[in-house]
Structure formats: structure tokens, C-alpha cells
């Protein structure tokens, strides 16, 4: 039996850009590169690549357009890049990029200090975004950070992200992603605010991005997709943070939400080839792993099928 969760809803990995943007080692462009490729290759249908903040301020993504110009057009087809301003858009799509992440926070504290302008600036720069990526033949997310709550202002209403989903200057926008920026919701209160943008604004598809600060990533996860999120956010090992966001921690680990929800083309096999990568890659990082499904599935319970085989004896 495939205990498949339902509804279905597919996982985007985004350990090359929110979970690598803490991390104090940097990963070289072919490093990434070859990650990016194992994850398309273990069947994994969407990555958030990189990201066009400032690498003097980021120094993990200062080589994201150096990844972007590596990859073929069919993978860059899969990948998204996260922008804040038209001129990023325009800067990844001379590179290659077809995929933008158009970023701001529903608080304007947290705007200020992650993109340094206003909310309402981030939207109004939105329409010009949207024509570029247009013109590169490419397609936009509306992604809304500190959906739930802001790290400077406490808790933000429902009706301000409902304001900015239904706002004009958002036209054009394929998707919207909601984000639990500091893993401080609960379920009923992602299913809430999931449910009320999929009843209250325009049809998109519904893309929620969690953290699991508080211990509630998977369960949020699947509270989003009962409500109506067709895609979800994870990062190998639990990896992640956003550095002008105090008390965010790492993202929900894509290998507990691949365990819990069980897409079809992952197996036993496919799940063993991601654990294997992640424990790689934390190795090369010097962080530590926060997955309990990759724990469990280094446990000694070796009748569960989802338990990685240790080798046998070798007896030379």
C-alpha cells in the first residue's frame, strides 16, 4: 500500500536558496549544480535554485546566476529564482532563469529590513516584473513573507494578505505563495488562511512555504494541502532561515514531508538517494540534520521498508 496523503500536492525543494542562506560554508556553482541535478534526477519536480539578493549581504547566493548559466533550459524549465525587484527579474532571465519568485512581507517592518522599501513600493515595482518575465517567456509567483506573523510587529492580520492577493498591481501572477516566515502557525490557522485565499481571491495556484520552528512544519504542511495548496516548500535536512528574520529557524525537511505524504514517484530506493544526498551535503556544510524521517530511516528497524539496508558482514 502507497498510504498516499490526499489531496495530492507536489514538493518543491529549497535547500539552494532558503536553506543555504544561513549556512556559514559556501557551496561552489558546481557543487550546487550537482546537487540541483540529483534531485531532478531522484524525481524531485520543482527547486528553488537561488536567489538575486545582494551577495555582499547573502554570500551563499552571490553565484546563483553562475548556476542558472550551467543548467540546461529542459532543468531550468523546473527551477525557480527568487527576485524582489524587476531588475532582478531581468538580470536571471539574461542568464537563462523562466521561473521568478517575486518576494516582499506582508509587514512592512519586515520588508524594510529583508528588501529595504515599503510593502506597498514592492507591489507597485510588481507590474513591471510581471511584463519581463513575461517577455522572457517565463512565469511569476506572488510570494508573501510573513504571512502569519512579523518577527518586528507580532501577529499580521488575514485581511492584509487577502488585501495584497486581491490587490491589481498582483495581476498576471500565476501563483501565490503563502509563508509562514518564522514557523509560528498552527494548522488550523494555515488551513484558515489557505482556505480564504483559495475561496476569496483570484484562482492561482496556492503554493504554502513553512518553517519548523516550533515543531509544526509537517503538520502545517498538511493542513495547507487539505485546504487547498497545491505545492509545498521543503529543504534537505530541515535546512534554512532567513537571516533578517529573528527566531526563524530551518524549513520543514523535504524528507519528512516526502514521508508523509508519499507523491508517486517516490519509493524506498528514491528515498534512500535523498537521505544519502542530504547527510552529504550537511556533512560538507557542518550542519546538523533535523529530519526525523532521515533519522528513522538510519533506525535498526530493518523490517520497515522505509528503513535504508545496512550492509552485511564482509567476511574478505
Given at each position: 500500500m502507497s498510504f498516499a496523503f490526499e489531496p495530492r500536492a507536489e514538493l518543491r525543494d529549497v535547500t539552494l536558496r532558503d536553506g543555504l542562506q544561513l549556512t556559514g560554508a559556501l557551496l561552489s556553482t558546481k557543487r550546487k549544480v550537482a546537487v540541483a541535478r540529483e534531485l531532478l534526477r531522484l524525481g524531485v519536480p520543482a527547486l528553488e535554485l537561488g536567489s538575486m539578493a545582494r551577495g555582499d549581504l547573502v554570500p551563499p547566493m552571490a553565484n546563483t546566476l553562475d548556476v542558472v548559466r550551467a543548467l540546461s533550459p529542459e532543468e531550468l524549465g523546473k527551477c525557480w529564482i527568487w527576485v524582489a525587484t524587476p531588475g532582478h527579474v531581468a538580470k536571471a532571465a539574461a542568464a537563462g532563469a523562466k521561473n521568478f519568485q517575486y518576494c516582499f512581507s506582508a509587514s512592512d517592518s519586515h520588508n524594510q529590513a529583508n528588501i529595504g522599501r515599503s510593502t506597498d513600493a514592492s507591489l507597485a515595482?510588481?507590474?513591471?516584473?510581471v511584463r519581463l518575465a513575461?517577455?522572457?517567456?517565463?512565469?511569476?509567483?506572488?510570494?508573501i513573507a510573513t504571512s502569519f506573523t512579523c518577527p518586528f510587529e507580532g501577529a499580521v492580520p488575514e485581511e492584509r494578505i487577502l488585501a495584497i492577493a486581491v490587490d491589481p498591481?498582483?495581476?498576471g501572477?500565476?501563483?501565490i505563495v503563502i509563508c509562514d516566515t518564522l514557523g509560528q502557525a498552527v494548522p488550523a490557522q494555515v488551513g484558515g488562511l489557505i482556505g480564504r485565499v483559495r475561496a476569496e481571491t483570484p484562482a492561482r495556484r496556492i503554493v504554502y512555504h513553512g518553517h519548523d520552528t516550533w515543531g509544526l512544519g509537517v503538520a502545517n504542511a498538511l493542513a495547507a494541502i487539505q485546504a487547498g495548496a497545491a505545492m509545498v516548500d521543503g529543504a534537505l535536512g530541515g535546512l534554512g532561515g532567513c537571516p533578517f528574520a529573528p527566531g526563524a529557524s530551518g524549513n520543514t525537511a523535504t524528507e519528512d514531508i516526502l514521508f508523509a505524504t508519499r507523491p508517486e514517484w517516490l519509493t524506498p530506493d528514491t528515498f534512500a538517494g535523498l537521505v544519502d544526498?542530504?547527510?552529504k551535503l550537511l556533512a560538507d556544510l557542518g550542519e546538523s540534520g533535523r529530519s526525523k524521517a532521515a533519522q528513522g530511516a538510519r533506525s535498526t528497524a530493518q523490517a520497515f521498508e522505509w528503513v535504508?539496508?545496512?550492509p552485511g558482514p564482509d567476511f574478505g
Amino acid at each position: 500500500m502507497s498510504f498516499a496523503f490526499e489531496p495530492r500536492a507536489e514538493l518543491r525543494d529549497v535547500t539552494l536558496r532558503d536553506g543555504l542562506q544561513l549556512t556559514g560554508a559556501l557551496l561552489s556553482t558546481k557543487r550546487k549544480v550537482a546537487v540541483a541535478r540529483e534531485l531532478l534526477r531522484l524525481g524531485v519536480p520543482a527547486l528553488e535554485l537561488g536567489s538575486m539578493a545582494r551577495g555582499d549581504l547573502v554570500p551563499p547566493m552571490a553565484n546563483t546566476l553562475d548556476v542558472v548559466r550551467a543548467l540546461s533550459p529542459e532543468e531550468l524549465g523546473k527551477c525557480w529564482i527568487w527576485v524582489a525587484t524587476p531588475g532582478h527579474v531581468a538580470k536571471a532571465a539574461a542568464a537563462g532563469a523562466k521561473n521568478f519568485q517575486y518576494c516582499f512581507s506582508a509587514s512592512d517592518s519586515h520588508n524594510q529590513a529583508n528588501i529595504g522599501r515599503s510593502t506597498d513600493a514592492s507591489l507597485a515595482a510588481l507590474p513591471e516584473a510581471v511584463r519581463l518575465a513575461r517577455e522572457a517567456g517565463g512565469r511569476i509567483q506572488l510570494c508573501i513573507a510573513t504571512s502569519f506573523t512579523c518577527p518586528f510587529e507580532g501577529a499580521v492580520p488575514e485581511e492584509r494578505i487577502l488585501a495584497i492577493a486581491v490587490d491589481p498591481r498582483a495581476e498576471g501572477t500565476e501563483d501565490i505563495v503563502i509563508c509562514d516566515t518564522l514557523g509560528q502557525a498552527v494548522p488550523a490557522q494555515v488551513g484558515g488562511l489557505i482556505g480564504r485565499v483559495r475561496a476569496e481571491t483570484p484562482a492561482r495556484r496556492i503554493v504554502y512555504h513553512g518553517h519548523d520552528t516550533w515543531g509544526l512544519g509537517v503538520a502545517n504542511a498538511l493542513a495547507a494541502i487539505q485546504a487547498g495548496a497545491a505545492m509545498v516548500d521543503g529543504a534537505l535536512g530541515g535546512l534554512g532561515g532567513c537571516p533578517f528574520a529573528p527566531g526563524a529557524s530551518g524549513n520543514t525537511a523535504t524528507e519528512d514531508i516526502l514521508f508523509a505524504t508519499r507523491p508517486e514517484w517516490l519509493t524506498p530506493d528514491t528515498f534512500a538517494g535523498l537521505v544519502d544526498l542530504s547527510e552529504k551535503l550537511l556533512a560538507d556544510l557542518g550542519e546538523s540534520g533535523r529530519s526525523k524521517a532521515a533519522q528513522g530511516a538510519r533506525s535498526t528497524a530493518q523490517a520497515f521498508e522505509w528503513v535504508i539496508p545496512r550492509p552485511g558482514p564482509d567476511f574478505g
